[in-house]
Structure formats: C-alpha cells, structure tokens
C-alpha cells in the first residue's frame, strides 16, 4: 500500500516548526549598514577576502545593477527598500566542520528544523548557511573518498578549484541578465561548490539548508555544482526564515554543469516566511546525452520570481521539470520554468500545478525556445491549475517560440476548480469537509511529491496542510 | 497627413518576459500615403436592416459608450494580474484587438466607418455582403459597425481581394454589438495581394443571451495583424471563433484574440489552424480572461500550426487569466510537422511526400473556408488556396 | 415497532437545486438486517432518493424528514452520516487523481472512527476482501477510480462497503453496465456484507439480475416520484416477467 500517501493522518502541524525567532544576542552578530552603496559592495568583497578578480567583478556588478531597470511583467516589487536591506549579516564565528563547534543558538535553529537528524539518516552530505554564511558543512567520508568535493564557495575560490570557479562563476548567469543578478553578483555571499568527477554516482543526496533568520537583511548566496562525464548527483535545497514585518529579500543564484552522459538532479522546498521577496535565478546546461531534473515546490515568500531555466545544448539532452506553487494570502507567486533546446533530438517536460487559495495570486509563466540548430527536438509543458475560492488569482503565461519545423510541440492548460461531486463522494465515505478539500489538493499535488525523497514529501504534504487549513 | 506612425498594438492582456518578443507588435504605416476612406456599399441589404454611411470613427464608438454601464460594469474586488495591459485601453469605445493606437489612427486621419443596424428581432434572411476589392498602390482606412438589437440575427460577410502581386496598405475597423438574445454572425476572407500590408482590428460586446460568431480566413498579404477582443458582458453569452490562416514567402502573420469573461455562465472557444510555410513568420496571442463574476463560464482556445519548412518562425502565446473559481478553462497547442503517421498512410496508397503535404495543408484550410456561407466567395477563397497550394 | 428501526423516512419531498420537486411524500422504514429493494422506471427518482438519503447537498429536502437510529438526520452532512453508519454505493463513482484506493479507505476508516488504524490488520483486511471481489491487490495501489472500468469501479465500491462496514448500505444501479460475471462477484460481495454484520441493505435497481442470489424483503415501487406500492421479495419476479406496466397504470 501507497503509505506515504496517507495524507490525512498525519499529526497537526506547528507552524512554530518555521516560525520560530531564534533567541541570539546582537553582540554575537556581525550586521553590515543597510543600503547599497560602493563601499558597501568594497566592504562586503574585504569581509570575504576576495581574489582581486572578484573584487573587480562585485564593482562591475554594481554599475550593471544601478543600470538595469526592474522587469515590467511580473508581480509590483515596490514594497521592496533596498536601502533598508542589509546585504550582509553573519555569526562571528568562522564555518565548522563538525556539528558540536557550530554556535549553540544557530546549532538550536537547526536542530529544530530537523538537519542534523536528516544528515545523519538519509543524506551524503550536508551545509547549513545561516543568514550570509556557511556555518556548518560536511560531507560523509565515502563520499568524500570517491572524489566529491562538497565544499562553501569561498574557501573553493581560494583553493585547488579556484581556477575552476573562475571560469563558470556566473558565466551561465551573467549579471547582465537582469537586475538582480547584477545584484547578486555585486553582493553574493556564502553557498556552496559541489564537483562530482567523472564516473562518479553518489547514491544518496547532498543537501543545502538555507536559513535567513535577521530582519531586514537579504540572503544573497551561489551555488555551484559541476556534474563531470558520466556522473550523477541528487541534491536537495531547503529554504526557511522566521516572519517579520519588514521586507526581506532573496536573490541567490544557482548555476549547474550537467557534462556529457552526466544526470544531476536538483530538488528544492521553499517555505520562506511571507515577508520575503524571493528574487533567484536557477539555470544549468546540459551536454551531449545529459539530464537535468527539477523538482520545486514554492510555497513560502511574499513574492516569488521563479523560473528555473535548462538550456539543452548538446544532442539528445534531456530536461524534466516538475513543480508545484501554493499562493495563499498575502502571496504573489509567479513562477514556472525556462528552456532553450539547441542540440538535436532534445527533449523536455514541464509539469507544473499551482494552487491559488485565500486571495493568493498564483501565476505560472514559462518559455519553451526551439532554436533552429534543434532538429527533431521535443517539448510538451502540462500545466494544471486549482481555484479554491473567487478572490484569488490564477493565471497561465506560457510562451513558446519555435524556428524549426522538424520539433514537436504539445502544450496543455487547465484551470479549474474541485468538484462538488467530488466533495461529496469522499463526505459520504464519512470524511469531513475540510479534510476532502486537503486531501483532493494533497492529490493533485501527488505528482510532484512522489518525486521528492520521503521526508520531504512528508513536509510539503504538512505545508499543504497547513495551507489548507488557513493558518499558512 | 502624418508620415512616421510607428504604432503599439496587439498588446498581449499581460506583459512577459521581453526576450520572446511577444508583449506587442509594431504597425508600420510611413510608406504609405493614405489617401481613401471609402468603405464598399452591400450589394443589397437583407430586409430589417439600414445602414448610416460614412459616420466619423468617434462618433460610432457612441453605441458602445451608450452602453457601457453593462459592457463595463464595475467588479468589485478585481485584482489585476502580474503584468496587466489593460489601463492602455481603457479610453477606447469599445476594446478591440488591436487596441487604442489603431483607435487613435482612425481618428488622426479622419477615417468613417459605415453603421449597419439590424431592428429588434429580425432575422435577417440573407447577409450582408461587403467586397473591399483592393487595387495595386491603394492605401485605405475604413470600417464598420454592426449593431444587431435585440433578438436579431444576421450574417455579414466580408471578402478582402485584390490581384495576386498588388501591394498597398488597408485597414479596417469592425466593432460588433449584440443586444440581449442577438447573434452576429461574421465571416471574413482575406485573400489579398503578395505586397498588402492589412489590419483587422476587431472589437465585440455580447449584452445577455448575445452571441458572436468569427470565421477567419488569412490567406494573402504581406503584413497581417488579425485581431479580436470580445467582451462577454452579461449572462449566457457566447463567442466562437475559427482561424485558418496561410504564410508564405517572408510574410508575416501577428494574432490577437482576447475573450473577456464577465458574466456568469458565458462561453467561448477559440479555435486556430494554420499553415506556415518558406520563411514565414507567426505570432500567436490568445488570451481567455475569467474575470471575478464569472461563474460557470467554459474557455476553450486551441492551436494547430504545421510548420512546413526549417526557417519558419513561430510564436505561440496561449494565456488563461482567472478570479473565479467555478470556471473551467482549457488550452492546447500541437506545433510542428505533419505526423508520420499520416504521411505514411498516404505513401501507402501511393501519394508521395509533396502530395501528402499539399493534400494536408488544402484539408486544413478547407475545412474552415467551407463554413463561408455565400457559395461564390468560397468559391474564390477554395480556388485561392487551390493555387497557393 | 419504530423503536429498533434502522431508518425511518417520513413524508420526504426533495427538489434538485430548488427547481422542480422529484419525490413526493416518500415513506419507507428499514430495520436492522433488513434487504430493501426500490425499483422503478428509468427517471422515477430512485438515485435522487438514494442521495437525498446520503445528503448530497444539491437535493433539497423541501418536506418532510429522516431518522437514522431514531436521530432526525436531515440537516446532517454526508460525512456525519458515514460516521453514523451509512453508505452510498455510486452509480457512477468520481475518479479522484493523486489517491491511492488502499490509502483512501485507510484514510476513510480513520475519518469513521478516529481510532488509528494499524497498518498490518489494516493490509490483511484489505487483502482477504480483495479475494473475495476477485481483485487483483494491484488495484490497491492504483490512483482512486482513475482509468477503472466500469466493472472495476462498482468492486471498488463494494470493497469500500466490506472494509467501512457500515449499518446501512444503499448500492445505487451496482449492477448498471455489468456482464454476468462481475454481477456475481458483486453480489458476493454483497452477501459478505450480509453475513458479516447484520448489515441493512437498499438497493436501487432498475433490473432484477443482481438480486437473484440475494434473499429480499421488501420490494419498494417508485413511480414518477411516489412510492406507488410497496410488497415482499417476490414482487422482483413479477416485475422482473412483466416490466412496470402494472404500476404506470395505477398511477
């Protein structure tokens, strides 16, 4: 039997699980001046120690940010103040490698949110950054054996891979994307460098945990992972911050290497607290016969800006997105996926499904691009949206642009409502109300669950819950 | 006579992404000197309705404005959706397609549109038939109104030709009202000349139990914006549409379809096929808007675009905006060749590739030129894709 | 006599939606292990009888009232009537994406009685009542109705009736698109239910094929909307040699 869909029984839900303040005292914090200014990107680059490269690179960013206009199409980021944000805030102590060094209110924070436990049952290896730093990372020693190196950026920047970093730190992100890329090019601090070598399966996840617990401060970190030939890695981002009532913001940046032959898949739950402003960027690129996987579910943020964008550039590469967006109130979440097919005989699936529910605006928009170069090249997008009451918002904006004839492209939308039929054969089975609208909501997101590992899976299904229940 | 127009239109309900270039689209109008706003006379009109020729383009858009406490009523608690276009419009008469530029046009160059009104339950026993037979260097802006009132019914046919390598400019303007329990019926056939740039911007509004049906044909011209919003004001109205459209050569095709759900249980269904061919170029926008109020409303848009040649551009946008939970609204694109199924149940009867192709396009084509209800002018658009094809 | 009834309805008018009424002054009265059969004529208002019974709430009780163990339950919910001991059988059930049929009766099971329900008496109940429908345990697995046949989901619905065990059962057409074989295994099924727990049946059929093995009653006549004569098992064979006629006429 299909248990970990028993849904229904599983216990209440606390939302103090995210929503928790973590005690900590001011003096234990570095807190740079809010706003952005020259000397503070100078001030952030001194902090890190930056090669002169870097340093040069964040100035750049700067002028490019300060040029670049925010986008015109999506949800209004006016309540956003750049210049109350802090773009940099950290622990004043350096990053540990073993559990018990970690700080005792961040290792609480942590302990809580249940990372540690995670590590040691079901998980390759695992970082933790609280607010803009790493402070915690490690790696099992039989992964660490076969070659993967799972390290923070920094330490990577300055070390055996430095050369490496260089040469793809932000080059399939460049900062003249869009403003908040120049952004976190200007201010990027913390998150991590994965390289897979050659040949190498890792058989059980990596994961990053991401807390953002200050007020008012922005969360700005980079992942970097190189999958090389042949390799193959699952790696699990987490996201979750305390609600304030000031505005916080995240613009990190996600850049994947998928080589020849390789498959890497990328899973992430987001649950930030709904004063966030969720501004990331997520692309990799894929060689000859490789495979990217996405699976993403949103359902923290006050606005979210989410495309996780594939390029296909060698033959017969493959792409999957699976995602699912809950919008509840307050919330304005515009998201979807990207992909550019290049190569011959590529392929990709988007499936999406989005939930709009107390006045939440919940918008999927997504681009399928078949360049000319692509000959027998695939796509199909399925996106399925669900309206729980009339005063919210659901809305489809996906867009295609096809230059060959020789592809083929199947697109599907639907939006709809649950059934009152439907309603009333799961009532009549003694189930009430509210638990036949969850549990219809909970299989509409199966989909998208059963691809997540077990204990996630069980998290998003509470998070559907408690979104259900109304005190998301 | 101003010579650099550089309009806006075709604006997409809800910006996206700028790299897809697909949030509007540019009308050209400086290469040519508009000089004729004569719009053809019916050959003869159906008994029940009168036409008022030659009436300035604002004044017109007073039908509409008459009635625009039901066309616009306020919805409470409206939420625009991420990216809205609409406050660009919202000034015009009646919102079309195209949207205010083309409005702004008209009026800049003094165009008139002729007013046909359909009387209080008549049914009107033949169409109107309206032949804009277009010569080579012509440059004209004109259109009409059709004002079905209550309970009426009529068909109205319009046929834009010229000779196959003409070359001119012509635009129109087709604003369509149908009071409580009418029904337009609107077919139109462009088969106009390689060198024609045309625009057709149509607006509708449908007041209670009214109902709007479109046959489109894109066959010809060099240019083409091909456009349509449709506001279903009041309860149980309809509007159906059903595109065919060719484009060869380096032509270029740009598509604006908008159904703006308003009252309750009100339906529409979009339906587009086409054919692209040589370097041809397509752009695609449909949008289905379930506006809050809408209950029981259905939506239905679908594409077909077979692209038969590897320098073709195509752009699909197929867009569902929704505030009402009990709606239901659905789209679907197929893009790309013809099948190799098809194709390999033809070569087994003998038809080789080329044929198949041809046998398939014609088919596609055909099927939507046959709903033309005057036997003559669908014999003219059967016999136009009969030789293009 | 009312005292141990099971069911009582008493002078039930219903509309649909506030339109038209479609029962009329309906009266019937089922005690515990009692079999009741309502026939009628296409369009006579049976399966609007068997949802009003069950509470949907697009039928509207205009008149009238209905008692479950004595408790008037007319303005309860579907699922507190489940939770009482009531169960209705789906013409034509809705398939439900995402849930697996072996973890919705699981889930259903708890909803019933709050008590958890432990997973491995849970799999063998499950299991021993598959065998006797003839299904295959796949089926367990398989999204709740998605992509059943006809067949298919009538036995996953009588599966449902043997594991939530209900008090009362309403099978509404159970038989309607079935070929001889799968009638059988329903009514095994049927029989089980029977024989397990003194279960009380109304069964709502417009055919006599399911009813063959089963010992009847009562035999209820639904005639546009009234219960034109009530009688005991036998009348199934007179109706089911000549047709409704007899009852048209007399109304």
Same mark, same amino acid.
């Given at each position: 039997?299909?248990?970990?869909?028993?849904?229904?029984?599983?216990?209440? =839900?606390?939302?103090?699980?995210?929503?928790?303040?973590?005690?900590?005292?001011?003096?234990?914090?570095?807190?740079?001046?809010?706003?952005?200014?020259?000397?503070?990107?100078?001030?952030?680059?001194?902090?890190?120690?930056?090669?002169?490269?870097?340093?040069?690179?964040?100035?750049?960013?700067?002028?490019?940010?300060?040029?670049?206009?925010?986008?015109?199409?999506?949800?209004?980021?006016?309540?956003?103040?750049?210049?109350?944000?802090?773009?940099?805030?950290?622990?004043?102590?350096?990053?540990?490698?073993?559990?018990?060094?970690?700080?005792?209110?961040?290792?609480?924070?942590?302990?809580?949110?249940?990372?540690?436990?995670?590590?040691?049952?079901?998980?390759?290896?695992?970082?933790?950054?609280?607010?803009?730093?790493?402070?915690?990372?490690?790696?099992?020693?039989?992964?660490?054996?076969?070659?993967?190196?799972?390290?923070?950026?920094?330490?990577?920047?300055?070390?055996?891979?430095?050369?490496?970093?260089?040469?793809?730190?932000?080059?399939?992100?460049?900062?003249?994307?869009?403003?908040?890329?120049?952004?976190?090019?200007?201010?990027?601090?913390?998150?991590?460098?994965?390289?897979?070598?050659?040949?190498?399966?890792?058989?059980?996840?990596?994961?990053?945990?991401?807390?953002?617990?200050?007020?008012?401060?922005?969360?700005?970190?980079?992942?970097?992972? =190189?999958?090389?030939?042949?390799?193959?890695?699952?790696?699990?981002?987490?996201?979750?911050?305390?609600?304030?009532?000031?505005?916080?913001?995240?613009?990190?940046?996600?850049?994947?290497?998928?080589?020849?032959?390789?498959?890497?898949?990328?899973?992430?739950?987001?649950?930030?607290?709904?004063?966030?402003?969720?501004?990331?960027?997520?692309?990799?690129?894929?060689?000859?016969?490789?495979?990217?996987?996405?699976?993403?579910?949103?359902?923290?943020?006050?606005?979210?800006?989410?495309?996780?964008?594939?390029?296909?550039?060698?033959?017969?590469?493959?792409?999957?997105?699976?995602? =699912?967006?809950?919008?509840?109130?307050?919330?304005?979440?515009?998201?979807?996926?990207?992909?550019?097919?290049?190569?011959?005989?590529?392929?990709?699936?988007?499936?999406?499904?989005?939930?709009?529910?107390?006045?939440?605006?919940?918008?999927?928009?997504?681009?399928?691009?078949?360049?000319?170069?692509?000959?027998?090249?695939?796509?199909?997008?399925?996106?399925?949206?669900?309206?729980?009451?009339?005063?919210?918002?659901?809305?489809?904006?996906?867009?295609?642009?096809?230059?060959?004839?020789?592809?083929?492209?199947?697109?599907?939308?639907?939006?709809?409502?649950?059934?009152?039929?439907?309603?009333?054969?799961?009532?009549?089975?003694? =189930?009430?109300?509210?638990?036949?609208?969850?549990?219809?909501?909970?299989?509409?997101?199966?989909?998208?669950?059963?691809?997540?590992?077990?204990?996630?899976?069980?998290?998003?299904?509470?998070?559907?819950?408690?979104?259900?229940?109304?005190?998301? | 006579?101003?010579?650099?127009?550089?309009?806006?239109?075709?604006?997409?309900?809800?910006?996206?992404?700028?790299?897809?270039?697909? !949030?509007?689209?540019?009308?050209?109008?400086?290469?040519? !000197?508009?000089?004729?706003?004569? %719009?053809?006379?019916?050959?003869?009109?159906?008994?029940?309705?009168?036409?008022?020729?030659?009436?300035?383009?604002?004044?017109?858009?007073?039908?509409?404005?008459?009635?625009?406490?039901?066309?616009?009523?306020?919805?409470?608690?409206?939420?625009?959706?991420?990216?809205?276009?609409?406050?660009?419009?919202?000034?015009?008469?009646?919102?079309?397609?195209?949207?205010?530029?083309?409005?702004?046009?008209?009026? %800049?160059?003094?165009?008139?549109?002729?007013? /046909?009104?359909?009387?209080?339950?008549?049914?009107?026993?033949?169409?109107?038939?309206?032949? /804009?037979?277009?010569?080579?260097?012509?440059?004209?802006?004109?259109?009409?109104?059709?004002?079905?009132?209550?309970?009426?019914?009529?068909?109205?046919?319009?046929?834009?030709?010229?000779?196959?390598?003409?070359?001119?400019?012509?635009?129109?303007?087709?604003?369509?009202?149908?009071?409580?329990?009418?029904?337009?019926?609107?077919?139109?056939?462009?088969?106009?000349?390689?060198?024609?740039?045309?625009?057709?911007?149509?607006?509708?509004?449908?007041?209670?139990?009214?109902?709007?049906?479109?046959?489109?044909?894109?066959?010809?011209?060099?240019?083409?914006?091909?456009?349509? /919003?449709? !506001?279903?004001?009041?309860?149980?109205?309809?509007?159906?549409?059903?595109?065919?459209?060719?484009?060869?050569?380096?032509?270029?095709?740009?598509?604006? /379809?908008?159904?703006?759900?308003?009252?309750?249980?009100?339906?529409?269904?979009?339906?587009?096929?086409?054919?692209?061919?040589?370097?041809?170029?397509?752009?695609?926008?449909?949008?289905?808007?379930?506006?809050?109020?809408?209950?029981? %409303?259905?939506?239905?848009?679908?594409?077909?675009?077979?692209?038969?040649?590897?320098?073709?551009?195509?752009?699909?946008?197929?867009?569902?905006?929704?505030?009402?939970?009990?709606?239901?609204?659905?789209?679907?694109?197929?893009?790309?060749?013809?099948?190799?199924?098809?194709?390999?149940?033809?070569?087994?009867?003998?038809?080789?590739?080329?044929?198949?192709?041809?046998?398939?396009?014609?088919?596609?084509?055909?099927?939507?030129?046959?709903?033309?209800?005057?036997?003559?002018?669908?014999?003219?658009?059967?016999?136009?894709?009969?030789?293009?094809? | 006599?009312?005292?141990?009834?099971?069911?009582?309805?008493?002078?039930?008018?219903?509309?649909?939606?506030?339109?038209?009424?479609?029962?009329?002054?309906?009266?019937?009265?089922?005690?515990?292990? @009692?079999?009741?059969?309502?026939?009628?004529?296409?369009?006579?208002?049976?399966?609007?009888?068997?949802?009003?019974?069950?509470?949907?709430?697009?039928?509207?009780?205009?008149?009238?009232?209905?008692?479950?163990?004595?408790?008037?339950?007319?303005?309860? *919910?579907?699922?507190?009537?489940?939770?009482?001991?009531?169960?209705?059988?789906?013409?034509?059930?809705? @398939?439900?994406?995402?849930?697996?049929?072996?973890?919705?009766?699981?889930?259903? *099971?708890?909803?019933?009685?709050?008590?958890?329900?432990?997973?491995?008496?849970?799999?063998?109940?499950? +299991?021993?009542?598959?065998?006797?429908?003839?299904?295959? @345990?796949?089926?367990?697995?398989?999204?709740?109705?998605?992509?059943?046949?006809?067949?298919?989901?009538?036995?996953?619905?009588?599966?449902?009736?043997?594991?939530?065990?209900?008090?009362?059962?309403?099978?509404? @057409?159970?038989?309607?698109?079935?070929?001889?074989?799968?009638?059988?295994?329903?009514?095994?099924?049927?029989?089980?239910?029977?024989? +397990?727990?003194?279960?009380?049946?109304?069964?709502?059929?417009?055919?006599?094929?399911?009813?063959?093995?089963?010992?009847?009653?009562?035999?209820?006549?639904?005639?546009?909307?009234?219960?034109?004569?009530?009688?005991?098992?036998?009348?199934?064979?007179?109706?089911?040699?000549?047709?409704?006629?007899?009852?048209?006429?007399?109304?």
């Amino acid at each position: 039997m299909a248990d970990t869909n028993n849904k229904q029984v599983v216990a209440d =839900i606390d939302r103090s699980l995210y929503d928790f303040k973590d005690v900590e005292s001011e003096k234990d914090f570095y807190r740079m001046a809010e706003g952005l200014t020259e000397e503070t990107v100078l001030k952030v680059s001194e902090e890190k120690n930056d090669p002169d490269w870097m340093r040069d690179f964040r100035l750049e960013c700067l002028k490019l940010y300060n040029d670049i206009k925010v986008p015109d199409w999506g949800p209004s980021i006016e309540g956003l103040d750049m210049d109350k944000i802090s773009s940099y805030v950290r622990h004043k102590s350096d990053m540990k490698g073993k559990w018990e060094d970690v700080p005792e209110d961040i290792k609480n924070t942590f302990e809580r949110l249940g990372i540690p436990q995670a590590e040691r049952e079901s998980l390759a290896g695992v970082g933790a950054q609280y607010d803009s730093e790493l402070v915690y990372h490690n790696v099992k020693d039989e992964v660490a054996a076969q070659g993967v190196v799972y390290t923070d950026l920094e330490s990577a920047l300055r070390g055996e891979y430095a050369d490496m970093i260089k040469s793809h730190f932000m080059k399939l992100v460049p900062p003249t994307d869009h403003k908040f890329a120049a952004l976190h090019g200007a201010v990027w601090s913390g998150g991590s460098f994965v390289y897979v070598p050659k040949g190498v399966k890792v058989d059980i996840p990596l994961q990053s945990y991401f807390r953002l617990n200050a007020a008012g401060a922005g969360q700005f970190e980079h992942t970097l992972i =190189i999958v090389d030939e042949g390799a193959d890695l699952h790696f699990i981002e987490g996201c979750s911050a305390p609600k304030y009532n000031v505005a916080n913001l995240h613009a990190g940046c996600v850049e994947l290497y998928v080589a020849k032959n390789a498959r890497l898949r990328y899973s992430t739950i987001e649950n930030w607290s709904k004063n966030m402003y969720n501004l990331n960027t997520k692309r990799a690129i894929v060689e000859e016969n490789g495979i990217m996987e996405w699976v993403s579910g949103s359902f923290g943020s006050h606005t979210s800006y989410l495309y996780p964008m594939t390029i296909l550039k060698g033959d017969n590469s493959k792409m999957e997105f699976t995602g =699912i967006t809950f919008a509840g109130k307050g919330q304005n979440l515009d998201t979807g996926a990207k992909v550019v097919h290049q190569g011959k005989h590529t392929s990709s699936v988007i499936n999406t499904k989005s939930i709009s529910k107390d006045g939440g605006v919940g918008t999927y928009r997504s681009s399928v691009i078949i360049q000319k170069t692509a000959k027998k090249a695939k796509a199909s997008v399925s996106c399925d949206s669900l309206m729980l009451d009339s005063i919210s918002r659901a809305d489809t904006i996906p867009g295609m642009d096809i230059r060959t004839n020789d592809a083929d492209v199947g697109h599907e939308a639907k939006i709809g409502r649950i059934s009152d039929e439907a309603i009333f054969y799961l009532m009549s089975r003694g =189930i009430s109300e509210e638990d036949a609208k969850a549990m219809i909501v909970s299989g509409f997101a199966n989909p998208v669950s059963k691809e997540l590992p077990l204990e996630y899976a069980v998290e998003m299904n509470n998070l559907i819950k408690l979104e259900m229940s109304g005190n998301g | 006579m101003s010579n650099d127009l550089n309009m806006k239109v075709n604006v997409l309900p809800v910006l996206t992404y700028n790299f897809l270039h697909v !949030n509007d689209s540019t009308l050209q109008i400086n290469d040519f !000197n508009i000089s004729d706003n004569k %719009s053809p006379l019916a050959k003869e009109l159906p008994a029940g309705v009168t036409v008022q020729k030659a009436v300035p383009f604002a004044e017109a858009g007073e039908i509409f404005r008459k009635n625009n406490d039901r066309i616009l009523a306020p919805i409470d608690g409206h939420v625009d959706p991420n990216g809205d276009t609409s406050a660009r419009d919202k000034d015009q008469a009646l919102r079309t397609g195209m949207g205010a530029d083309v409005d702004g046009l008209m009026i %800049s160059m003094g165009a008139t549109v002729d007013i /046909y009104t359909v009387e209080e339950g008549v049914k009107a026993d033949k169409p109107i038939i309206l032949n /804009y037979d277009m010569k080579d260097g012509d440059a004209s802006l004109s259109g009409q109104v059709i004002h079905a009132r209550k309970d009426s019914e009529v068909t109205v046919i319009i046929a834009y030709t010229s000779d196959k390598d003409a070359k001119g400019f012509q635009g129109v303007s087709t604003r369509l009202l149908a009071e409580e329990g009418a029904r337009i019926n609107l077919i139109k056939s462009q088969i106009l000349g390689d060198g024609f740039v045309h625009f057709d911007d149509i607006g509708g509004a449908c007041l209670k139990d009214g109902k709007i049906d479109l046959v489109t044909l894109e066959l010809g011209g060099c240019k083409v914006f091909s456009s349509a /919003y449709v !506001n279903l004001a009041e309860k149980s109205t309809a509007f159906t549409s059903n595109m065919g459209y060719l484009v060869r050569g380096d032509h270029d095709l740009d598509i604006n /379809y908008v159904a703006d759900h308003r009252g309750k249980k009100t339906e529409a269904s979009m339906q587009f096929k086409g054919v692209l061919m040589d370097s041809a170029k397509k752009a695609f926008r449909g949008t289905i808007d379930f506006k809050k109020g809408s209950a029981g %409303s259905v939506g239905d848009e679908q594409e077909d675009a077979l692209l038969l040649s590897e320098d073709v551009v195509n752009k699909t946008m197929p867009v569902i905006l929704c505030q009402e939970e009990d709606v239901e609204g659905r789209h679907g694109a197929t893009i790309g060749e013809l099948g190799e199924d098809i194709l390999f149940y033809m070569q087994t009867r003998g038809i080789d590739e080329e044929e198949a192709k041809r046998i398939m396009i014609k088919a596609r084509l055909d099927s939507v030129a046959k709903l033309i209800p005057d036997p003559e002018i669908m014999q003219k658009t059967l016999y136009y894709i009969q030789n293009v094809v | 006599m009312s005292e141990n009834a099971l069911l009582q309805v008493k002078d039930l008018s219903v509309s649909i939606d506030n339109e038209l009424p479609i029962l009329h002054n309906i009266n019937l009265e089922i005690k515990p292990g @009692e079999t009741h059969v309502l026939m009628g004529p296409n369009g006579a208002g049976k399966s609007t009888l068997g949802f009003t019974l069950m509470g949907n709430p697009h039928y509207c009780v205009t008149k009238g009232n209905i008692l479950f163990e004595g408790q008037d339950i007319t303005d309860l *919910s579907a699922d507190k009537r489940a939770k009482a001991g009531m169960f209705l059988s789906f013409q034509n059930p809705h @398939e439900v994406p995402g849930i697996s049929l072996g973890s919705f009766i699981r889930n259903a *099971s708890h909803a019933q009685t709050g008590a958890p329900v432990k997973l491995l008496a849970y799999k063998k109940a499950l +299991k021993s009542a598959m065998d006797v429908l003839s299904m295959d @345990e796949a089926y367990a697995d398989r999204d709740l109705n998605v992509g059943f046949s006809g067949g298919e989901k009538k036995k996953a619905e009588i599966l449902q009736l043997l594991m939530l065990n209900p008090k009362l059962a309403i099978l509404d @057409e159970t038989d309607s698109g079935l070929d001889v074989d799968a009638v059988r295994t329903v009514s095994k099924g049927i029989e089980e239910y029977q024989k +397990k727990k003194d279960g009380a049946l109304l069964i709502i059929t417009h055919s006599t094929k399911i009813l063959e093995s089963l010992h009847v009653d009562y035999t209820h006549v639904l005639v546009k909307g009234n219960i034109v004569h009530t009688g005991d098992g036998s009348l199934v064979n007179e109706i089911n040699a000549n047709g409704f006629e007899r009852f048209v006429k007399e109304d």
